[in-house]
C-alpha cells in the first residue's frame, strides 16, 4: 500500500471538493477554484470533512498513481484554502526589479529592459528593488512561472550575480589565479 496515498486528505473549514463523473475533482475555497482531471482508474471518495484515494488493483500503473493521485487533490486544498507563493532574490550591482502595471520590469545586465507578463492566475509583486514575490493558488503554475523568471538570468557561479530563489545556495568557483607559464 502507498504510504502517501493511503493517508486521507482533510478538508479544512470554507472549502469544498466535489467529484464528478470522470474523476473531475473541483475544489472551491476562499483563495479561488481549482479543477483537475484525474486518471479514471483512481477511485475518490468524499466523506465527510476527508477525500480518500484507493486503487482497483495493484498492478503498477494503479500503484504509481495512487500517491500522485492523492498528492494533486492535497495541492489543489492547500491552494484554494491557503495559496502558494515563491520568492525570488535578485543579486547583482546595478539589478533591480520594478512593477510597470501588471508587468514586471527587471534590469539585469542586459543592454535592454527585460518585461515579464504575468499569466493568469498569478499574481506578482514587488516590494523591494532587488525582491520578486509570486503566488496563486496552482502549485504547479507557481512554480513554472518562478522557475521562468528565474532564467531570465539564472545566478552564475562566480560572481553569485542573478536570480536565485530566497533561501537558495549558490556554489561558488574559484576565479583565475593570473599566474603566467613560461
Do not use: W
Amino acid at each position: 500500500m502507498s504510504r502517501i496515498g493511503k493517508m486521507p486528505v482533510a478538508i479544512p473549514a470554507g472549502v469544498t471538493v466535489e467529484v464528478a463523473s470522470g474523476n473531475v475533482v473541483t475544489a472551491k475555497g476562499p483563495k479561488g477554484e481549482l479543477t483537475k482531471v484525474m486518471h479514471p482508474d483512481m477511485i475518490i471518495k468524499v466523506e465527510g470533512s476527508e477525500i480518500t484515494v484507493s486503487r482497483p488493483s495493484d498492478d503498477k500503473l494503479h500503484r504509481s498513481l495512487h500517491g500522485l493521485t492523492r498528492t494533486l487533490i492535497h495541492n489543489m486544498v492547500v491552494g484554494v484554502s491557503e495559496g502558494y507563493r515563491k520568492e525570488l532574490d535578485v543579486v547583482g550591482v546595478g539589478y533591480r526589479v520594478a512593477m510597470a502595471g501588471t508587468q514586471l520590469q527587471m534590469n539585469i545586465g542586459y543592454s535592454h529592459q527585460v518585461l515579464v507578463d504575468p499569466v493568469p492566475g498569478i499574481t506578482i509583486e514587488s516590494p523591494a528593488p532587488n525582491k520578486i514575490i509570486i503566488s496563486g493558488v496552482d502549485k504547479q503554475l507557481v512554480g513554472q512561472f518562478a522557475a521562468d523568471v528565474r532564467k531570465k538570468r539564472p545566478p552564475e557561479p562566480y560572481k553569485g550575480k542573478g536570480i536565485r530563489y530566497t533561501g537558495e545556495v549558490v556554489r561558488r568557483k574559484e576565479g583565475k589565479t593570473g599566474a603566467k607559464k613560461k
